[in-house]
């Protein structure tokens, strides 16, 4: 079955950097659309980046447009999100999402068939 792995989360303060990696199996990673969401608490979850299958194309949330960097190696089957200038705002879970088969890229979490378990980024002020 289809497995996605996040990690890289943690505590950071105001204005430092972390890099998730989700590690994907069970799939044809080179043919499906990946995508981060994050959910903080009380609240929906949201788009925050997607790539395209071969890593030409990415999109971003507009709170993270510039701080935040989307990527690929289908040879290893991870996608990695780089977060730098990070806010106390940025505090959430993150999830990793894969649309196998896509077609388009997706920014809404029902364009996504497959989910991992999240992993807490907390940005302290």
């Known amino acids: 079955q289809v497995q996605l792995v996040e990690s890289g989360g943690g505590l950071v303060q105001t204005g430092g950097s972390l890099r998730l990696s989700c590690a994907a199996s069970g799939l044809t990673f080179s043919n499906s659309v990946m995508g981060w969401f994050r959910q903080a608490p009380a609240k929906e979850r949201e788009f925050v980046a997607a790539?395209?299958?071969?890593?030409?194309?990415?999109y971003y949330a507009d709170s993270v447009k510039g701080r935040f960097t989307i990527s690929r190696d289908n040879a290893k089957n991870t996608v990695y999100l780089q977060m730098n200038s990070l806010k106390p705002e940025d505090t959430a879970v993150y999830y990793c999402?894969?649309?196998?088969?896509?077609?388009?890229?997706?920014?809404?979490?029902?364009?996504?068939?497959?989910w991992g378990q999240g992993t807490q980024v907390t940005v302290s002020s």
């Open positions: 999402a894969a649309d196998r088969g896509a077609t388009y890229i997706g920014r809404r979490a029902d364009d996504y068939d497959s």
């Open positions: 790539i395209s299958r071969r890593g030409l194309s990415t």
